[in-house]
């Protein structure tokens, strides 16, 4: 067994296993790629698990999050006509549709 081979940690059927939850075809030749790949992925959540963040705060963004909305205030409209005025159809002050519901 190589080293390449004892170092991966996941196997060609799990590749496999993957590749049909995620919906993808995949070449025959591609698969030890995507199996390397998917073992280094795994030796680095290895090696950001024996990280000590125990005085860590949870963090949820990386940025600090402040309200983005305006100020709630009353302000004019538009005007029935001229809300209408470009209207393909209109019935009175109302928009007029084709029915959907028989």
Same mark, same amino acid.
């Given at each position: 067994?190589?080293? $390449? $081979?004892?170092?991966?940690? *996941?196997? *060609? $059927?799990? &590749?496999?296993? *993957? =590749? @049909?939850?995620? @919906?993808?075809?995949?070449?025959? =030749?591609?698969?030890? &790629?995507?199996?390397?790949?998917?073992?280094?992925?795994?030796?680095? *959540? $290895?090696k950001l698990n024996k990280l000590d963040t125990e005085n860590v705060a949870p963090t949820?963004?990386?940025l600090p999050l402040g309200n983005v909305f305006r100020e709630d205030e009353a302000k004019a409209s538009l005007s029935p006509e001229a809300a209408l005025e470009n209207a393909p159809d209109k019935e009175g002050s109302f928009f007029r549709v084709p029915r959907v519901i028989e």
């Amino acid at each position: 067994m190589s080293q $390449e $081979e004892k170092s991966n940690k *996941i196997s *060609i $059927e799990e &590749v496999d296993y *993957i =590749a @049909r939850l995620s @919906r993808l075809k995949m070449k025959p =030749a591609d698969k030890p &790629v995507m199996q390397q790949q998917l073992s280094r992925i795994l030796d680095y *959540i $290895e090696k950001l698990n024996k990280l000590d963040t125990e005085n860590v705060a949870p963090t949820t963004h990386i940025l600090p999050l402040g309200n983005v909305f305006r100020e709630d205030e009353a302000k004019a409209s538009l005007s029935p006509e001229a809300a209408l005025e470009n209207a393909p159809d209109k019935e009175g002050s109302f928009f007029r549709v084709p029915r959907v519901i028989e």
